[in-house]
C-alpha cells in the first residue's frame, strides 16, 4: 500500500493563497480531487507520472498550480486568488501509471476554508 500524506489546508480570506503538498513513497500520477458539503466530489488537477503533464479544471486554471519535487516524492498545490467557491475537503490519490483509470491510493484529506 501506498501511504500518502497530505498537508497545507487551513482557513484563509478570499483573494489569499495556500499551498497543499501531498508525500508519496515513491514516483506516481497524482491528481487533487475536493469535495464540499452537499456536493459531488470533483477534480482540480493532475500530474502524469511520465511526461509530467499538468491538467487543470476550468474553474481553477490561471489560478491553481501543480507541481512536483522528485527529490521528495512530493506533490504541490499551489492555489492563489482563492475564492469561497474554492471551499471544500482537498484529497490526493495516486495512481502507478498514467493510463491506469483508477486512482488506487488517497490522502486522509484536508480542510481548506476560504472566507468572503
Same mark, same amino acid.
Given at each position: =500500500?501506498?501511504?500518502?500524506?497530505?498537508?497545507?489546508? /487551513?482557513?484563509?480570506?478570499? /483573494? /489569499?493563497?495556500?499551498?497543499?503538498?501531498?508525500?508519496?513513497?515513491?514516483?506516481?500520477?497524482?491528481?487533487?480531487? +475536493?469535495?464540499? $458539503?452537499?456536493?459531488? +466530489?470533483?477534480?482540480?488537477?493532475?500530474? #502524469?507520472?511520465?511526461?509530467?503533464?499538468?491538467?487543470?479544471?476550468?474553474?481553477?486554471?490561471?489560478?491553481?498550480?501543480?507541481? +512536483?519535487? #522528485?527529490?521528495? #516524492?512530493?506533490?504541490?498545490?499551489?492555489? #492563489?486568488?482563492?475564492? $469561497?467557491?474554492?471551499?471544500?475537503?482537498?484529497?490526493?490519490?495516486?495512481?502507478? +501509471?498514467?493510463?491506469? $483509470?483508477?486512482?488506487?491510493?488517497?490522502? =486522509?484529506?484536508?480542510?481548506?476554508?476560504?472566507?468572503?
Amino acid at each position: =500500500q501506498v501511504q500518502l500524506a497530505e498537508s497545507g489546508g /487551513g482557513l484563509v480570506q478570499a /483573494g /489569499g493563497s495556500l499551498r497543499l503538498s501531498c508525500a508519496a513513497s515513491g514516483r506516481y500520477a497524482m491528481v487533487w480531487f +475536493r469535495q464540499a $458539503p452537499g456536493k459531488e +466530489r470533483e477534480f482540480v488537477s493532475r500530474i #502524469n507520472r511520465n511526461s509530467d503533464s499538468t491538467y487543470y479544471a476550468d474553474s481553477v486554471k490561471g489560478r491553481f498550480t501543480i507541481s +512536483r519535487d #522528485n527529490a521528495k #516524492n512530493t506533490v504541490y498545490l499551489q492555489m #492563489n486568488s482563492l475564492k $469561497p467557491e474554492d471551499t471544500a475537503v482537498y484529497y490526493c490519490a495516486a495512481k502507478d +501509471r498514467d493510463y491506469s $483509470p483508477r486512482w488506487d491510493y488517497w490522502g =486522509q484529506g484536508t480542510q481548506v476554508t476560504v472566507s468572503s
